[in-house]
Structures are given as structure tokens and as C-alpha cells.
């Protein structure tokens, strides 16, 4: 019996109006999604039901996101450069001698340590963000990036430190190589717009620049990079105050989705109904085109049929008159 019990407790059911009003929907709109199967519901007699327990699974699949994931998400400003830049992510000499080979050569060290799991889309998106502009600044820095933060492609959040003796060509602001190069895989803008602004602004310093270039070993500048990035998030930690966390609006993000759907669906709508008129237009064309040769066709078709009958009777005209003239 108590078994029976729990069992009646968690099969809980809304009608369409409950279930509305749960999501923050119009009841049209729920009736649509469940008509067409994209929301879970069962029909009692003539009625829907939707079960809680299933409307809250699909509501998850909808964000596309666990909530606890995102407060797992740790803040950019206070991660330390040391958990994103182990000495492994340290390449002292890069072999590279063009900015092509340089993104290879960067992106192959993050992938020879699975830190990365898709290199070639990764690549891609790395050159497709250079061509837009290049990422290189004065001072022969540059911070590679990808224009969107791919999470599923990351395996975990990572920077790539690269240094080049003799310089390469990346398309800096001030014309000159390119010695520096950072190599950001940080799986979530969350991490990478505090950590890209701190980096650009440790390496604004000529002097840390020029420590970079002539330390001698990975662990040195690995060293040096911590310390002065120790240094901007205690600097940086005197001017923040504490920002409290939004909370996860699920209903919000819901109707947001729907939103963006809803317009997807009216553009291709639009778009749908263009090419039918479009189409219309052309068959309509194509069948006044056709009933214009068919007429002509028909015209030409009665004037040639018209000759012989013409002829026979100017034949018989004559032959009529030379019996009159006997």
C-alpha cells in the first residue's frame, strides 16, 4: 500500500490550462507544441493531460543546460592563471614560420593533451576569426581565439602559451612580427572575456614582454605569467565589489526559446510563401506564353487550310467562265 501511495504522489497531472500557466505559455501555443509532438501529453477522453514530472524533463531539454552547470561555471575574474596554463601548455620555441602553421602548431599541442576535442573545427574557427581581423596587437602579442565558444568541443578550459625567436607576420596593428602568441580555448564567455582582458592587460607592459622573449626555459615564463597575473587579480580585486548571481529564470529562458523559434518559423514561412508566388507568377506566365503560341499556332493552322479552298474556288471561277465564253 505505501508503495501505492508514492507511486500516486509523483504521477502527477495538469490539464492544458495548468500546464499553460506553468509554463508561461498561451494555451494555443501548448496545444500546438502537443499536437504536433513536441511536448509530452496524453489524451483522457477529449481532454489533455500532461504528466509534471515529463513536462520538467522536456523544460530541461529545452535550456539545453543544467542549472547546477551553470553556477559551476567558475568566474573568469578569480580563476589564477595556473589552472588554465599547466607547463605542458608551454611551447619555448615554436617552429613555425607563417601564421597558418602557427595556428596548427598552437592548436596540436592543446590536442596531443586531449584537451581539446575537435582540432579541425577548431582550426577553422581560429583562421575564420583572423580573417575577420586579426587578433595580434602592437607589441608583438597576440591573443588567437575563436569568435564563439564551443563547449562541446573543449574538453577542458585551457590557454596555449607560444613564443617565436624570430617573429612571425600576423597582421599587427603597427606592421611589425608577432613573438607572443596566446592561444585561448576557454569553453565558456564566462571565463573568456575577464581572462582575455586581464592577459591583454599584463602584456600591455614593454618590460614583461621583453621578459617573456628572453627567459630561458617553459617553467620561467610559465613563472613570470603567474606572477604577474597573481598581481592584476589582486589589483583588480580592490576596485570589485561582489556581484550576486542571477537566478535561472526557467520559465524566462523557455519563452525566450519559443520566441526565437517562433521567428525562425515565420521567416521560413515568409520565405516559403515568396517562392510559391514567385512560382505562381512564373506558371502564370509560362500559360499565357503558351495560350499566345497555341493561338498563333491555331491562326497560322486556319490560314493554311484556307489556301486550297480559296484556290479551288478561283479554279472553278475560271473553268465556269471559259464555258460561258464557248
Known amino acids: 500500500m505505501n508503495i501505492g501511495v508514492t507511486e500516486e504522489v509523483d504521477e502527477q497531472y495538469m490539464t492544458l490550462a495548468e500546464c499553460a500557466s506553468y509554463l508561461h505559455l498561451g494555451e494555443k501555443t501548448v496545444l500546438k507544441l502537443v499536437q504536433d509532438g513536441k511536448l509530452p501529453g496524453t489524451v483522457d477522453g477529449r481532454q489533455w493531460q500532461f504528466r509534471t514530472k515529463e513536462i520538467d524533463d522536456w523544460l530541461q531539454q529545452q535550456l539545453g543546460v543544467d542549472e547546477e ?21 608551454i611551447i ?35 583562421v575564420e576569426r583572423e580573417a575577420v581581423a586579426s587578433t595580434a596587437m ?19 578550459p585551457f590557454i596555449i602559451f607560444g613564443r617565436s625567436y624570430s617573429g612571425i607576420d600576423f597582421g599587427a596593428p603597427d606592421g611589425k612580427p608577432t613573438f607572443l602568441f ?8 564566462k571565463l573568456h572575456l575577464p581572462v582575455l582582458g586581464r592577459l591583454a592587460r599584463i602584456m600591455r607592459s614593454p618590460a614583461t614582454v621583453a621578459k617573456l622573449r628572453a627567459a630561458p626555459l617553459p617553467s620561467k615564463i610559465r613563472a613570470l605569467l603567474l606572477k604577474e597575473d597573481a598581481n592584476a587579480r589582486q589589483s583588480k580585486k580592490a ?10 529564470d526557467r520559465q524566462a529562458r523557455l519563452r ?6 517562433a521567428q525562425r518559423k515565420h521567416r521560413a514561412r515568409q520565405a516559403e510563401e515568396a ?10 506566365a509560362d500559360k499565357k506564353a503558351a495560350g499566345k503560341k497555341a493561338a498563333s499556332k491555331k491562326a497560322a493552322s486556319k490560314k493554311a487550310a484556307s489556301k486550297p479552298a480559296a484556290k479551288k474556288a478561283a479554279s472553278k471561277k475560271a473553268g465556269g467562265k471559259s464555258r460561258s465564253a464557248d
Open 69 to 89: 552547470e551553470l553556477h559551476d561555471i567558475p568566474d573568469g575574474m578569480r580563476v589564477p592563471l595556473e589552472d588554465l596554463m599547466p607547463e605542458e601548455a
Open 275 to 284: 517562392d510559391k508566388k514567385a512560382s505562381n507568377k512564373k506558371k502564370a
Open 256 to 261: 525566450a526559446i519559443m520566441r526565437v523559434d
Open 92 to 126: 619555448d620555441d615554436l617552429r613555425s614560420e607563417n601564421a597558418l602553421a602557427v595556428v596548427e602548431e598552437l592548436a596540436a599541442r592543446a590536442y596531443s593533451h586531449r584537451w581539446l576535442a575537435d582540432k579541425s573545427w577548431f582550426v577553422g574557427a581560429l
Open 182 to 189: 596566446f592561444l585561448l580555448g576557454l569553453k565558456y564567455d
Open 138 to 156: 602592437e607589441g608583438g602579442v597576440a591573443f588567437l581565439h575563436t569568435r564563439a565558444r564551443e563547449a562541446s568541443r573543449v574538453t577542458r
Open 239 to 248: 576596485v570589485i565589489k561582489e556581484v550576486p548571481k542571477p537566478k535561472l
